[in-house]
Structure formats: C-alpha cells, structure tokens
C-alpha cells in the first residue's frame, strides 16, 4: 500500500490520520493519504507572505521553461508518490483504481494537464488576453504606449478539488506561471494527479516551499476557502451556496451544459448525433461540460429517439478495457440512489425514458462491490418536467422541445452550451446571452474546451486587479 | 485550599495487584454507599424510589458491590430531559443550595442534572494529577469555554480558585454556533468564534498574569491562529501596550505554561499538532480530558510523542466507572485492546446514574500503577450513532 504524505510547502508530513483508498472493483487497499487539520492549513497560509515574495522573484521565463520540463516529466518520468515510484501508467491505473472512472478516461484526461503544462505561455496569453508575459515580472507592460498593470489579489490560491475527472486539474495548473503560491485540497479518490503534477514542478526546479498538497476533511475545506485569499471550489450546488456571494471563491459547480438546435438545423438533426453523443456520454458523462439536456424548436421525439439509440446499448466494460465507456460507482448505494430519483421523476407525467428500449439490460447494474448506471435519454414534453433540468453523475439527457424566440429565457444557467445553427440573428441572440459561460456555435461538442479561454472565470483575473499606473519616468 | 468533603482516598499498595484489589474494595464500598442513600425512604431520591417500584429486585439488599450494578436496567438519558428537577435531588440532602447544569439544548429539552459539590470534588481530584510546574500555584487562568448553564464554566473556575488563582472567563453559547452550523451559516459561526477568540486575547492582554487555561480542541487551535498571525501584539498596540522584545505570537510567548483541554473529541493527530506545532514541542504542558455533564471527568495518560500521542482515560473512581462493552451485549466486556461502546456509571450521593451507553466508542486499556482500573482510549462517536449530530462545534 503507497503512503501518501501531505506536503505542507516543503516539508513532507505524515499525519497520525489517514484516508485509505481502495480498488473500486476489488476492494483491496491501494493507498493511505496524511491528512491535515484546518489549524495546520492555517498555520501553513500564514507563511504564503514571504513565499510569494520570493516566488515574484523568480524570471517568468525561468518559470515557463520549468512547465515545459514538467510537462515532458509529467508523462515520461518515474515520479515519487509518497514512498513508491508510479510511471505515467502505474499512475493512470492507480487513479482509475481508486475514482471507477475506467483507465481510458484517466488516461485521455491526463494528457489534458500535460497539454496545459506543455502549452502554457499560450494558455497564459490567452488568460491575459496577449499581455506581454514579462509584465508578470514587472507587474506592468507599456506596449505601443498603453499601459496596463496588475496587482494580486492574494498571498496564496488554494484550489479544493473533486474526484471525478483529472481533467479539472488543467484548470489550477497555470498559477505558479502567474507566481502564485499554490495550496491544493485533492478529492478524497483522486489525491494521484495532483501529487503528480506537483512532483513534475518540483523535479523540473519549482522550489517546493510554494507548492502546497493538503489532503483535509469538509472542515479543512471550509477553511481554505476562508484563508486564502484566492480560491477554486468544486462542490453541488448545496455545498457551494454558503460562497456563492464570496468573490474570493470561483465555485466550479454543477454545469447544466446544453446542446441549443436553432429553427435552421432542427431538420437535420441526424448529421449531429455524434456531437450529441460525446456532448452527453464522453468521459461517462460525469463532466460539468457534459450536455444534460438537448433543447429543440422541432423534432425532440426523432432526437432522443436518435440519441438513444446510439446510447441505449452501451454496456458495463472492465475499469482497464480501453473499450470501456461508462464510469463505475464505487459506492453502488450513489447509483441506486441516482437512479431512484430518476425512477421518482419519470412517476410525474409527461416524460419517457427513450433508452429503456435500446437498452439490454436494466439501468441500474450491481457488480459485486461496484455499481454502473446505463445511459438515459429522457423525453420531457415540457421544460417544467421535474427531469427536464437535472444533471447526473452519468449520460444522462433530456430533450425539450421549445420554440426558438423562447428557448434563450428559458434554458437557465448553461456553463456550456453548443448552439447548433447557422442563422446570424439567433447566433446573435446566443452571443448575448447572460446564462451561458461557454459557448460553441457551430458542429461542435460541449466538451470542447480551449484552455486559454474562461472557464467558471479566469485565473488571471481572479488572482490579478488591474490598476492605474503612471511612471514619472516614462 | 481547602479539598471539599467527600473526596476519596487515593488507592494505597504496594504492587499493582494490590493496588488493583483495593480500587476494587474501594468501589464495592462505594457502590453500597451511594445505593443505600438513593434508596432509602429517609434520604433517597424521589426518582429512584419511585423506579425502585418496578424492578425485580431490592436495591437495598440485593447490591452489595459492583457486580451487581448489572442488576439495574440501562440508564436512559432521556430520563434526564424535562422536570420536575428536584425529582433528582436525595432527600438527605435537605435544604442545601442546588445547582443544575444543562447539557446539548438547541433541539428540544436539554438534559439537566443536579450538583451540590461534586464538580468541586471532581476537579479537586484532577487537580491533583496536575504538575505545579506548569499549573503554578497561585497563578490565573483563563476559561475559554462554554459559558452558560454549562458544569465547565463553574468547575474550571472552582479549580483555580483551589489551586490558588483566579479564573476569568469569555461569553461563549455553543447553542449559537450549533443553529448557525446547522443552518449552513459558515461566515456567521466562525464571525462567533473570532468574538469569543477576541474576549480571550482581551484578558491575556490585561496583565492578569495568566498562566493556566481551559481550552476545547477547537478553541485552542483557534487562539493559536489568531496569536500566531499577530492578534495579541495588535491588543496590545491597541491598548498603547509595549510589545516584549521576542514578540508575542504564541502561546508560550503569551505567558501561558499549562493548558487543561477537553469538551469535544480529542484525536491523537491534534494532540500530537497541539505538541509540536502549537505548543513549542511540548513545552507548554496540555492534558487532555474526556468528560461531560453526567460522570465528571476522566484524566490522561500524559501525553506525547513516545506513545504515538495516544490518549486513555481513566475515570475518577469509584466516584464513576468507565467500562468498555459489546455493543450488542452491555454486560460483555470486550478483550483488552479491543474495541467496544463506552458504558458509564456515575456513583456519588448526589447524582446515580448505573451503566449509561454513552455515544462514544474506544479501545479497552488496562490499568496501571496511576490508575489502577479499566480506562478507555482512542475515544470518537459511536459509528453507529454518527452522523445526526453536530459535534464539537467550540
């Protein structure tokens, strides 16, 4: 079994208390994880004064081409986890052990990460919006006599991270190049990816006194998100609604991502049901940019008949078979209590799970310890379905049915919407709409992300504020 | 100071045999004692004479040591919920003032229980296992505890006043903290505790001469927070004080020699960050202590990083009894080492309560040469019971 330590800003710590993981399928122990006090967190915050001092000291173009070490590390390299040696593959597998996200998935994520370590003066521009990655040494730039300056806004950013997907992790990875301090809460299931990209840092030159990995419980959590100045959250919309006023806390909740069909293409839905398809099951459909609903002036029953089709016989394949396309449960008392509350909408009328017919077997399959939910499309005849706006922790999608002129006011927050049509008038509507984040027009899926674009806010902005600056010397 | 009347002895012999055989006459004496009072018509207590009514057997006949405590049915906190409260109070007691402290209270009844003197003597005992080293004699403290209908508040302050000082205490409900954390008012509980954090690093500011303190886990990690980020050197700056030259930001710089903890669960992982991190490697003294409303308190083990910080208890016998049970069968002890609930028997003239499942679970320790009797460690929630309950909110 691995021993995972803390790492609290350069010092290794091994705590009295562990979290054990386990093998979703076999329930064998695979590791133990130190976990730390909220007290010790704080205590560890108090030190981020003089180590983001000494991080902004650091050339940015030093930083950058430690990314580029770390990236090729990250993939390439034996890395230390705790006491053992895990390989690129060894730590796939360990991840895909102990989440049930199938090894598959782990390892089409991970390379996610590596894409942004690998590209990151390219994700910083994009985060700056082109601003001259030396103004992060100068904390301004003065380009064709515009100036622009910067302050941060924190000592630290912390990051309390989920357990489903590695992919997320992209999302935190640029802060030291913006020469932030960084304190990370990893998911219970998944302290691997973390641990791993910040082993790449530091054995690519990242001193480790910025570098924090601070596995904690609820209450750790909270007090991240109380200390640092700067944070990320990822949680259901229960657990983040007491920060749902705290500018200091981007909360990553749940996605309600949407495919919109414009009166233009309802007709020809057929030539995109492979983007509905990834846009509902891809990584097991467990993402925040997965589509749970597709909405459609026209033809919703042929759409989810379609959808279904494709979707209904998918079938439970082992974590390793590079096949594998639904994600386990790990605890099957999740999945019956997910699909309890499936069972419980379809009980008010006016919705039709579309899959039942395609499918083979029934939603809810138990395997030994684990647990696997099958695909659902759901026919709802009106948005006011109880099912019509749910997200699930597997594909499921509703389809709606809603005139054009109404469809904008009424989809709710959408963080990702892929507005299929070619009309410039509705494309407009689209770009102006306040209840979407991300936004595709066009053939694409809603898990297309670019990383040097927002994604529930941008880290620049959050970890910067621009100021007004005058130079007497200028 | 003088020790208050009923005080027991402390066990006398030569080998820890011995010493075990007369703990144990020591307690079969004192179960005789304690249900002859609650029993008789003359001096009893209301309660019991009237449950007396439907047992089995004669409480007055049929226990004559603690074997035969099994004879009585499983205490049942409930009874405690509600009046009349003189239903509790012995008759022998006559006329003498009462006092009634409340457990929990933020759903429904809280449950009470009546005292005369025995927090005194509870603590009278514990203070007895205290080093004067780091508890000076004569020196201060400071409660930074529940206040309230809370035994803590009167009991911390009684055991300065027997050690010789003078105890000043915060405002502090726990029921508050309770409603905002059920109510998911994360900013408005801890905008609570920071008050209750800025009365205590009021006092230590005032130049009371401060040296001992009674702290929960929470608190305490909590005061270290606020001394380490610089809060007392603002108090004092505030109040036009000269900071002393090496600072003040810790608790050792704050004067503070000797912490006696408890209230909420207390795990070998804080203990051992308490130590190391917060306490200058031990060199502010801390004992923690396991207790409630019910039993009084039980002592540590001292504490520290040769036994992995593991914290046993051990009761204040014969005056209460901690036992270590099957869960599914009261009346079975589990092995030594082994894990089971925690099954408690308060036994003085003011308050019987026999074998109350207490909402904990430990592992069964064995007696040894400072306390010769059954102790308990490793102390968290009952699994069972988990879960429901907010716990250890101060």
Not at chain 1, 104 to 124: G, S
Not at chain 1, 254 to 274: H, L, M, W
Not at chain 1, 431 to 460: S, V
Not at chain 2, 141 to 162: D, K, T, V
Request: proline share 7%.
């Amino acid at each position: 079994m691995i021993q995972i330590p803390a790492l609290r800003f350069g010092k290794p710590y091994t705590s009295l208390d562990k979290a054990t993981l386990i093998h979703h399928v076999t329930g064998e122990p695979v590791a133990e994880v130190s976990q730390v006090t909220g007290s010790q967190i704080a205590r560890d915050v108090g030190l981020m004064e003089r180590a983001h001092k000494e991080l902004r000291a650091i050339p940015i173009r030093d930083i950058l081409a430690m990314y580029k070490k770390a990236a090729d590390y990250f993939v390439n390299a034996t890395l230390p986890c705790g006491d053992a040696e895990l390989s690129f593959d060894d730590y796939v597998r360990n991840l895909s052990a102990t989440t049930g996200s199938p090894m598959v998935f782990c390892k089409r994520n991970a390379l996610k990460v590596h894409y942004v370590l690998d590209n990151i003066e390219e994700v910083i521009a994009g985060l700056t919006r082109g601003l001259d990655v030396e103004a992060l040494d100068k904390g301004f730039s003065n380009k064709n006599g515009r100036m622009q300056a910067f302050y941060p806004t924190t000592n630290v950013f912390g990051a309390v991270l989920p357990s489903n997907s590695p992919g997320v992790h992209s999302l935190w990875v640029p802060t030291l190049a913006l020469k932030m301090p960084l304190l990370l809460k990893p998911g219970r299931e998944e302290p691997w990816t973390p641990f791993r990209v910040l082993q790449a840092f530091i054995k690519a030159g990242i001193p480790s006194q910025y570098l924090g990995f601070l596995p904690t419980d609820h209450a750790g959590a909270s007090d991240i998100l109380r200390l640092c100045g700067r944070s990320m959250a990822f949680g259901d919309d229960r657990t983040m609604a007491p920060y749902k006023n705290d500018h200091r806390v981007e909360i990553h909740g749940t996605g309600y991502s949407k495919i919109i069909f414009g009166e233009d293409q309802a007709d020809n839905y057929e030539r995109y049901v492979d983007i509905m398809v990834e846009s509902v099951a891809a990584n097991g459909g467990r993402a925040c940019v997965n589509a749970s609903a597709i909405w459609t002036p026209r033809n919703a029953d042929k759409i989810a008949d379609a959808l279904a089709k494709r979707l209904g016989p998918m079938k439970p394949r082992a974590w390793d078979n590079p096949d594998c396309e639904i994600s386990a449960f790990a605890k099957p008392e999740v999945a019956e209590a997910i699909n309890n509350m499936l069972e419980d909408g379809l009980k008010t009328p006016g919705a039709t799970d579309v899959t039942a017919k395609y499918r083979t077997m029934p939603r809810l399959v138990t395997e030994g310890r684990i647990a696997y939910l099958l695909p659902a499309v759901i026919r709802c005849e009106t948005p006011e379905h109880p099912l019509a706006n749910k997200e699930f922790l597997f594909p499921y999608a509703s389809v709606i049915e809603c005139p054009q002129a109404d469809v904008l006011k009424r989809i709710g927050y959408t963080l990702a919407a892929s507005a299929i049509t070619e009309d410039p008038a509705f494309i407009a509507e689209v770009m102006a709409c306040p209840h979407i984040e991300r936004l595709n027009i066009g053939a694409l899926p809603t898990n297309r992300l670019t990383w040097d674009q927002p994604h529930e806010g941008n880290l620049f902005t959050h970890l910067y504020k621009q100021r007004a600056l005058a130079l007497a010397s200028a | 100071m003088i020790d208050t009347p009923g005080k027991p002895t402390p066990v006398t012999g030569a080998t820890l045999d011995e010493k075990i055989r007369n703990a144990r006459t020591q307690l079969d004496a004192q179960v005789r004692d304690v249900v002859q009072w609650h029993f008789n018509p003359e001096t009893g207590t209301p309660f019991w004479l009237a449950k007396a009514k439907t047992f089995n057997f004669n409480p007055l006949k049929d226990v004559n040591g603690w074997e035969d405590i099994k004879k009585f049915p499983v205490f049942e906190d409930d009874w405690l919920r509600g009046g009349p409260v003189r239903q509790w109070v012995p008759k022998g007691f006559g006329d003498k003032p009462v006092y009634v402290f409340e457990t929990g209270g933020t759903t429904g009844l809280p449950k009470t229980r009546i005292v005369l003197d025995d927090f005194k003597i509870d603590y009278e005992m514990m203070s007895d296992t205290l080093p004067d080293k780091s508890f000076p004699r004569g020196s201060n403290w400071l409660m930074l505890g529940p206040s309230g209908p809370r035994r803590l508040r009167l009991a911390i302050e009684h055991l300065a006043q027997y050690r010789g000082g003078i105890c000043f205490a915060i405002d502090l409900d726990p029921r508050y903290v309770v409603k905002c954390l059920k109510a998911r008012k994360i900013a408005e509980a801890q905008a609570y505790k920071d008050h209750c954090i800025d009365q205590s690093i009021t006092v230590l500011a005032g130049g009371h001469d401060i040296k001992c303190m009674f702290t929960t886990p929470k608190l305490l990690a909590a005061l270290d927070e606020a001394i380490r980020n610089g809060k007392l050197e603002d108090k004092y700056r505030e109040l036009g004080k000269a900071i002393p030259s090496g600072g003040l930001r810790s608790i050792k710089s704050a004067g503070i020699t000797g912490i006696f903890s408890g209230g909420t669960e207390f795990t070998p992982q804080f203990t051992r960050e308490a130590y190391e991190e917060m306490l200058d490697n031990g060199d502010v003294y801390m004992t923690p202590t396991y207790g409630n409303t019910l039993m009084g308190l039980a002592c540590s083990k001292p504490i520290g990083p040769e036994d992995g910080f593991k914290i046993s208890y051990y009761a204040p016998q014969p005056r209460a009894v901690i036992e270590v049970v099957n869960p599914e069968n009261f009346e079975e002890h589990v092995s030594y080492g082994g894990t089971g609930r925690v099954l408690l028997s308060t036994l003085t003239r003011e308050f019987f309560v026999p074998r109350f499942p207490e909402r904990d679970e430990g592992e069964r320790e064995k007696p040894f040469d400072k306390y010769p009797w059954d102790g308990v460690s490793g102390v968290r929630p009952f699994a069972a019971l988990s879960g429901g309950t907010v716990v250890g909110v101060y």
